[in-house]
């Protein structure tokens, strides 16, 4: 499946277990903030859980998305970038929120976002001040994840909410690979992933 | 007999390990005093008429463009509502990146002999449950007086408390307010200096 999503556009879909999704920038700026709901539909994304676990504030190649319960909802198993922000949220989206709504979901499913292809850079001053990055994407970055159990995905191509840039389009492919290699990862993800494939992968 | 416009309406310690659910109204004053240093106390913070309406850590951290808290940093609700304002830190700093230990979260990052371990989640699902506050409802909270330094070059890492014996934050609401606390009873690393401690809630109100 591949479809190209518009700027200001919202889109969700299932993805089973083993298949991957990859994100591809369609325009310099491009923004793709995205929200994952797992199996059981109630464990969500934890970012906190997901950094503390591998000593990292930013998504990169080579880690575990990991759930509030523990388990290991997808892998980034490959980005052009290796910085997408995940510490400075979204403003509220309408069109987001009503894609949680299709799936039975509402606001109390909001969780802690990552914006692919947006950078948010931190100082290294005592208040650890944040300021964005304008053109940290270009079009052609991408970043693949592969589902680790069967999940829900929700994407909003809104541009990020410190970005004065316009609103880009971003292309969603969803792929069947026969087996995606896990890549280099710390021994938390591993465990993660173990305890997934052991429990409900 | 003196009158004054408010009087302390709460003043109770919180033993390690255990929480709290405080109702704040509008302009009270929560003060969390940590007793004995060095103790991470996780806090979530939601609007007691419509608990949707609740802290949001990354909206909190970039509508103030800077990670750590202190005094002036504004407390944001996923609507972008101001929920309270911290209005007093000896501390310095705070965190609400590193989020609230749980017995699941332990395994992945100690093994599995943590799993029976108490964990904040625990503490947050036990004494939220009368307000409604269920798991759909956690959020990702505050870790008042704990130190998770992020770095220019992306890195995360949990490091020894920058707090000590009788340092205080304190929060001001900007609306009624449900707080949830768990005293954090962490001990697999520094956050509680490896031994967790009782702290003291103040409400002035
Ligand atoms: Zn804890």
Redesign the pocket.
């Known amino acids: 499946m591949n479809h190209e999503m518009p700027g200001s556009a919202a889109w969700s879909a299932p993805v089973r277990a083993g298949r991957t999704i990859t994100l591809t920038a369609l325009a310099d700026g491009a923004n793709a903030t995205v929200l994952i709901v797992g199996a059981d539909r109630l464990d969500r994304l934890n970012i906190p859980d997901t950094l503390k676990s591998q000593m990292s504030a930013r998504i990169k190649p080579g880690m575990v998305l990991m759930s509030d319960r523990g388990l290991a909802l997808a892998t980034v198993v490959a980005s052009t970038l290796d910085w997408h922000d995940c510490l400075t949220g979204a403003l509220p989206d309408r069109l987001l929120l009503l894609e949680l709504t299709k799936h039975g979901f509402g606001e109390a499913d909001l969780h802690g976002c990552i914006n692919f292809f947006s950078k948010v850079a931190v100082a290294d001053d005592p208040r650890a001040s944040l300021a964005y990055i304008p053109g940290h994407a270009h079009a052609g970055d991408t970043v693949t994840l592969r589902a680790d159990q069967d999940l829900l995905i929700f994407v909003s191509t809104a541009p990020h909410a410190l970005s004065d840039g316009p609103a880009a389009g971003v292309a969603v492919q969803l792929e069947s690979p026969a087996h995606v290699e896990d890549p280099d990862l710390r021994e938390e993800a591993v465990r993660a992933l173990r305890l997934t494939r052991e429990l409900i992968a | 007999m003196t009158i004054t416009a408010t009087t302390v309406a709460l003043d109770s310690v919180v033993e390690a390990g255990d929480g709290a659910l405080v109702s704040v109204p509008t302009g009270g004053r929560l003060r969390i005093v940590d007793l004995h240093g060095n103790q991470?106390v996780?806090t979530l913070f939601y609007d007691a008429h419509d608990i949707d309406n609740r802290y949001s850590a990354f909206d909190t951290i970039r509508e103030q463009r800077a990670v750590f808290l202190t005094t002036g940093s504004r407390l944001i609700s996923t609507r972008l509502d101001e929920l309270a304002v911290i209005t007093d830190d000896t501390c310095g700093r705070h965190d609400t990146v590193g989020g609230?230990?749980s017995q699941e979260s332990n395994v992945i990052r100690y093994g599995e002999f943590t799993r029976h371990q108490h964990?904040?989640r625990q503490t947050f699902l036990r004494y939220g449950a009368v307000a409604g506050i269920g798991q759909r409802q956690l959020a990702h909270n505050i870790n008042f007086f704990m130190n998770v330094p992020v770095t220019s070059t992306g890195g995360l890492t949990f490091e020894d408390g920058l707090s000590a014996p009788g340092k205080y934050v304190e929060v001001t609401a900007s609306r009624d307010l449900f707080v949830l606390i768990?005293n954090?009873?962490?001990v697999n690393n520094p956050?509680n200096g490896w031994d967790p401690t009782p702290i003291q809630l103040l409400g002035w109100w």
């Open positions: 991470a996780d609230a230990c964990a904040c768990s954090c009873p962490q956050c």
